[in-house]
């Protein structure tokens, strides 16, 4: 009689568990994830191209195994150092990482100011950080409201930290005209004999005019 007491509270007990597991993951899956952004705007290299007027930015990745360490940017600003649209930026970052870790991303943070973005922006110009390899951001000649600019000089940036507040940056001018053009800007580094300069290399900048 005990014995069948004690299989009957077992059995209780384990019922009792597997509803609680089960209402629990009901819970989790409701919740939504503070850190998805949808999808990236990288591409990697190679893969689908874009067309028409535009300005590509190919780099190459390789990730660190690091704290306080793989996030990067791309930017527009233009001739007077108005923040006109960015390209990609790393989710950590973008997503109130600036607040946790001022080191990261410095001139981006300053220059695109994400604490007055709506979330739609946000979503807009962030993903995931991605595996090593080759990719390329694109950048269609509209600002952060979606419409064409039509200056015929904008400057770009690249920048990247590294580990902690060891930075790289890549900037140069875009000429707007007629003519495409490619270049490779030089780096420059906060720590001039940084061991991490492989985190963001190869970078190419090209112009297409149609």
């Given at each position: 009689?005990?014995?069948?007491?004690?299989?009957?509270?077992?059995?209780?007990?384990?019922?009792?568990?597997?509803?609680?597991?089960?209402?629990?993951?009901?819970?989790?899956?409701?919740?939504?994830?503070?850190?998805?952004?949808?999808?990236?705007?990288?591409?990697?290299?190679?893969?689908?191209?874009?067309?028409?007027?535009r300005l590509e930015i190919s780099f190459s990745y390789d990730s660190l195994l690091l704290v306080a360490s793989n996030q990067y940017a791309f930017?527009?600003?233009?001739?007077?150092?108005?923040?006109?649209?960015?390209?990609?930026?790393?989710?950590?970052?973008?997503?109130?990482?600036?607040?946790?870790?001022?080191?990261?991303?410095?001139?981006?943070?300053?220059?695109?100011?994400?604490?007055?973005?709506?979330?739609?922006?946000?979503?807009?110009?962030?993903?995931?950080?991605?595996?090593?390899g080759n990719y390329v951001a694109y950048w269609d000649f509209t600002d952060s409201k979606g419409e064409l600019v039509t200056g015929t000089q904008?400057?770009?940036?690249?920048?990247?930290?590294?580990?902690?507040?060891?930075?790289?940056?890549?900037?140069?001018?875009?000429?707007?005209?007629?003519?495409?053009?490619?270049?490779?800007?030089?780096?420059?580094?906060?720590?001039?004999?940084?061991?991490?300069?492989?985190?963001?290399?190869?970078?190419?900048?090209?112009?297409?005019?149609?």
């Amino acid at each position: 009689m005990d014995g069948g007491r004690l299989t009957l509270k077992k059995k209780l007990i384990i019922i009792t568990l597997v509803a609680a597991l089960f209402l629990g993951l009901a819970i989790i899956v409701k919740v939504k994830n503070p850190f998805n952004f949808g999808i990236s705007p990288l591409v990697a290299a190679g893969g689908q191209k874009q067309t028409g007027k535009r300005l590509e930015i190919s780099f190459s990745y390789d990730s660190l195994l690091l704290v306080a360490s793989n996030q990067y940017a791309f930017w527009i600003e233009d001739m007077d150092g108005n923040y006109i649209n960015t390209l990609y930026v790393t989710r950590y970052t973008a997503g109130e990482g600036y607040r946790r870790r001022s080191q990261s991303i410095p001139k981006w943070v300053s220059a695109a100011r994400p604490g007055d973005m709506r979330s739609s922006e946000i979503d807009a110009i962030t993903g995931a950080t991605p595996r090593p390899g080759n990719y390329v951001a694109y950048w269609d000649f509209t600002d952060s409201k979606g419409e064409l600019v039509t200056g015929t000089q904008y400057r770009y940036f690249v920048e990247g930290t590294m580990y902690m507040d060891d930075d790289v940056l890549y900037t140069g001018v875009i000429n707007v005209g007629t003519e495409s053009l490619e270049e490779y800007p030089i780096p420059e580094y906060s720590v001039f004999d940084s061991e991490y300069k492989a985190m963001l290399s190869n970078v190419r900048v090209a112009y297409y005019a149609n």
